[in-house]
Nanobody, 114 residues
Framework: QVQLVESGGGLVQPGGSLRLSCAASGSIFKLYTMGWYRQAPGKQRELVAAVSVGGSLNYADSVKGRFTISRDNAKNTVYLQMNSLKPEDTAVYYC????????WGQGTQVTVSS
């Protein structure tokens, strides 16, 4: 079973930046398209970015131009660079495949507030 551990969240002012990391156990990580999700209070979990095995990128319209997803298969890690953060980006952020087939990690809280 692949285990996912997210980190890097925190409290940041509007316009600020954060870099999230998701470390996966096991070398099978490199076989999957990986994505970052977020879930705000009272809302459904949404996929905001994905990176394929070959490096193709996809973003939700709400984060396009501000967030950048990347992966390092040698480190079994996927990253999310978040710039120009807005209060509406406040959520718990998770990583998983686009189908959510792996065990969910605990997530990392991102709070954007002045």
């Amino acid at each position: 079973q692949v285990q996912l551990v997210e980190s890097g969240g925190g409290l940041v002012q509007p316009g600020g930046s954060l870099r999230l990391s998701c470390a996966a156990s096991g070398s099978i990580f490199k076989l999957y398209t990986m994505g970052w999700y977020r879930q705000a209070p009272g809302k459904q979990r949404e996929l905001v970015a994905a990176v394929s095995v070959g490096g193709s990128l996809n973003y939700a319209d709400s984060v396009k131009g501000r967030f950048t997803i990347s992966r390092d298969n040698a480190k079994n890690t996927v990253y999310l660079q978040m710039n120009s953060l807005k209060p509406e980006d406040t959520a718990v952020y998770y990583c998983n495949t686009p189908s959510g087939r792996l065990n969910w990690g605990q997530g990392t809280q991102v709070t954007v507030s002045s």
